[in-house]
């Protein structure tokens, strides 16, 4: 490892321990670890739709603009073409070209007859999300 990435790994390490990141996790061990990262679910598994298979809410993800990956298919990923392609002049930020992209695919979710079951807080993020959005939501 050359000297500058030893640095920058260095200071990652230190900086996600500084901030609290990671220190919930490092601090479990044996069963109790190993029950925390399989109770990690995938983004799309908390999309439901009744009488749907694993299979169908996939394509269904797919068709509404999830890049196709075999890698991470449960995972909400999205190819950087669409990406920058949200983007409009004079954005600095990829962060919210990221954002309006994902809005849409919760909206197409949403009219595929999906209903979200993850978490929405009561602050701002949550509010714009369209997957958070009342009554659409159980």
């Not at 996790?25 to 069963?31: A, C, H, K, V």
């Not at 990923?77 to 002049?89: E, N, Q, T």
């Not at 209903?115 to 997957?131: D, Q, R, V, Y």
């Amino acid at each position: 490892m050359t000297n500058h990435r030893f640095i920058s790994f260095l200071f990652l390490t230190l900086s996600s321990l500084a901030s609290g990141c990671a220190l919930g996790e490092l601090s479990l061990t044996g069963e109790e670890r190993v029950r925390y990262l399989q109770s990690i679910k995938p983004y799309l598994q908390y999309w439901e739709k009744p009488g749907i298979e694993i299979a169908a809410r996939r394509q269904d993800s797919l068709q509404c603009g999830t890049a196709r990956t075999d890698h991470a298919i449960e995972h909400v990923v999205f190819d950087k073409a669409v990406i920058d392609a949200a983007m409009l002049p004079g954005e600095a930020s990829e962060a919210t070209a990221y954002t309006k992209v994902i809005h849409r695919w919760e909206r197409c979710m949403l009219a595929k007859g999906y209903l979200f079951t993850g978490e929405c807080s009561n602050n701002a993020i949550s509010k714009a999300k369209p997957a958070c959005e009342r009554p659409l939501r159980k």
